[in-house]
């Protein structure tokens, strides 16, 4: 389901603010805790723009082999990963790290 940028922020802004931790503040909301996480994360990461998306993202190859050698770099999660470089979706990286694995140098 997709969710407002107003829903997002009031929720990360709700969390931050200490009234309630991650799964009281995602039943609150109506949401999975596991996306506000996320959101969590792009808001510290990157400002509250970064709950802003509206448009379909497209990334270049260069892109994509960029996260994933950081990726298969770092020891931070998939998620974090995501964040990290804005990608809304954790799925997304795992998928670009499965086609690398698959190819050998292509994510």
Sequence with gaps: MK??????????????????????????????????????NLFLLHGPRALDCRHKRSYSPED??????YALGHSESLPRVAARFNIPSHNTVKNWIKGYRKSGNEA
Aim: hydrophobic share 50%; aromatic share 10%; with cysteine.
């Design 3 to 40: 969710h407002s940028f107003e829903v997002k922020l009031a929720a990360v802004n709700h969390y931050l603010a200490g009234h309630a931790g991650i799964i009281s503040t995602a039943k609150l909301f109506q949401l999975s805790h596991t996306s506000l996480s996320h959101w969590i």
């Design 64 to 69: 994509k082999l960029c996260v994933v050698l």
